[in-house]
């Protein structure tokens, strides 16, 4: 791997040629692996992993990478080397057999080596040098240099032989590593070896409070940048793990995208879609309260729309939590059998803080889920103080954020009034906080659930009742009495005293009403009446007023008769 710089004056300047080791983050942490055709230096304690890290550098290379390797012991024999890791997977006989790798055990007796002017490598040269032509290796161990210069007290023969080792390896063109024991105040027992060495990481096996934690440290790397922090590294059946976890920078993409919680009432109250997917959530409340619940909704969610979950269960074993949700009508069994599913449980005293994070990694990257479940986060307060439970949950914060990866926490709050803070204090960190809390009142216990934030989106202020039944968790809508917010057999007995009070009032408006209805009828017969008798009193005003036109008409008809009758007289 190599890559090209400008210097000032715009001439192409060629970086560092590195070999990848193909040990998981440790290539990421050097920026491509160990200086090619260099000797490199692991140094440490009994017990830290030298030989295993050197040993997966040899077989990694063989099997990924085409580079044959030595392997060179001065204290295990092959055959014990062969043994102790083949539970890793590696069968170094094949390998050999099939000329990827050469193990060779050089037997070292103190008492036969005599500190004269004369003491030199050149036996182990032609050694070495003949198993390095015969399989075409490009890869040298050497495990552990001390055994080599045990008999040694001079410390000019030494630092000379020394030199001439490592010069000899860098004539070879062989990427080599040497492994030496940790001395006292310094990094190896002759101090020398990290001097003429080009690359020297140091691992170190730790215990804390009864908790191992096993952290690397490159102390130099000549010629090119590299990282200078801790990191921790983790030892299973895979082989070596490190996480580069200082690493990571706030520069990860976002999603717009919603996912929803498995409860619908709960999508409502925020903007009614749901999480942003690739967020944080953080559930916290008292014990009983329902967070677990919650959790399992979100998993199930997910799984049914043929999304991948993780479970990370620091206080129920898988069987618990598939029997406890099952009483609630979620089924997670048949996810776990569809492979959509993943349960990962142990207390979180099985490891240090940094080994949790690793592991969480490596499930991660193995089975690759879109949503993770920590449950609960308030126990890693075993293993760590606040502090480094907070810095360790940023780092898996940013860790899933960059891979869109959406994360739930649930966490444990104290049962007091000022005491809302999950003790981990990572609230400032999530991307939405629900708080779950027992509401008392009327002589009984029951839940209630609010949204504190949800970053980037409208969401509900009111808090909701929190109801577990056989059909999952509902979400009650708030009923204000006359003293404010009720729940439970409360809210029950205030919303049947309001329906009786319409019942009630419905009846007493129906009575009005016929009462209305009959008024209306008697003041319409009376009005019945009143025109009836105002039509007859018109009648007969009409009748007497047609008699009199009539007498008068009549009257005039007579006295025109009359007169016509005296003028025929005359």
């Known amino acids: 791997m190599t890559s090209t710089l400008l210097n000032d004056s715009n001439v192409p300047l060629r970086a560092l040629p590195k070999t990848p080791t193909g040990i998981a983050g440790l290539d990421e942490i050097t920026g491509g692996g160990l200086p090619k055709g260099r000797p490199t230096l692991i140094c440490g304690s009994a017990g830290c992993g030298k030989t295993l890290f050197s040993m997966e550098f040899i077989v990694r290379g063989a099997l990924q990478f ?112 040497i492994t030496g024991e940790r001395g006292e105040g310094t990094l190896t027992r002759h101090g020398l070896e990290e001097y003429v060495s080009d690359c020297v990481i140091l691992l170190d096996h730790r215990v804390d409070n009864q908790i191992s934690t096993r952290l690397l440290r490159i102390v130099k790397y000549r010629g090119t940048v590299h990282g200078t922090n801790e990191y921790p590294f983790l030892i299973d059946e895979e082989g070596i793990s490190v996480l580069p976890v200082t690493s990571l920078t706030l520069d990860h993409d976002v999603s717009v995208s919603r996912i929803s919680s498995g409860i619908p009432a709960l999508d409502k109250m925020m903007d009614g879609r749901g999480y942003f997917r690739g967020s944080s959530i953080l559930v916290s409340g008292t014990a009983g309260t329902g967070k677990t619940s919650i959790a399992a909704c979100f998993v199930n969610g997910a799984c049914l729309r043929n999304e991948r979950c993780l479970y990370l269960a620091f206080e129920e074993s898988p069987q618990q939590i598939v029997r406890n949700m099952g009483s609630i009508g979620l089924d997670l069994q048949t996810h776990i059998d569809n492979g959509l599913l993943s349960f990962h449980a142990s207390r979180p005293t099985l490891n240090g803080l940094e080994m949790h994070l690793i592991a969480i990694h490596k499930l991660v990257r193995k089975f690759n889920p879109s949503v993770v479940v920590l449950d609960p986060i308030t126990n890693l307060i075993t293993v760590g103080s606040m502090s480094d439970v907070k810095a360790m949950l940023i780092r898996l914060i940013d860790f899933l954020q960059t891979q869109q990866i959406t994360v739930l926490f649930t966490a444990l709050t104290r049962n007091t009034v000022l005491q809302e803070q999950p003790d981990e204090g990572v609230a400032s960190l999530v991307d939405a906080w629900l708080l779950v809390r027992d509401i008392e009142s009327n002589g009984e216990r029951n839940r209630g659930i609010y949204i504190m934030k949800s970053r980037g989106m409208k969401h509900s202020n009111q808090v909701r009742e929190f109801v577990i039944n056989d059909s999952g968790i509902d979400l009650v809508n708030v009923y204000l009495g006359p003293e404010g917010v009720l729940t439970g057999s409360a809210r029950e007995a205030q919303q049947l005293q309001a329906e009786t009070g319409i019942a009630l009032r419905d009846h007493a408006v129906g009575r009005k009403d016929r009462e209305i209805e009959r008024k209306r009828f008697v003041l319409e017969s009376k009005i019945a009446s009143l025109k009836e008798e105002f039509e007859s009193v018109q009648e007969e005003l009409n009748k007497s007023y047609i008699e009199d036109e009539l007498r008068k008409e009549i009257l005039e008809r007579n006295r025109e008769q009359l007169t016509r009758n005296r003028h025929k007289e005359e």
């Open 66 to 177: 085409g580079e044959p390797g030595v392997f060179v012991a001065f204290e295990e024999k092959t055959e014990e080397l062969a043994l102790n890791v083949a539970s890793l997977g590696f069968d170094l006989d094949q390998l050999q057999r099939d000329k990827l790798i050469k193990l060779d055990h050089v037997r070292i007796e103190r008492s036969e080596i005599e500190e004269t002017g004369e003491y030199d490598l050149d036996g182990l040269f032609i050694r070495l040098g003949y198993a390095i032509d015969s399989i075409g290796a490009k890869r040298v161990v050497l495990d552990t240099i001390e055994n080599l210069f045990s008999g040694l007290n001079n410390q000019g023969i030494l630092r000379a032989e020394l030199r001439r080792l490592f010069e000899w390896l860098k004539a070879k063109g062989v990427t080599a590593i």
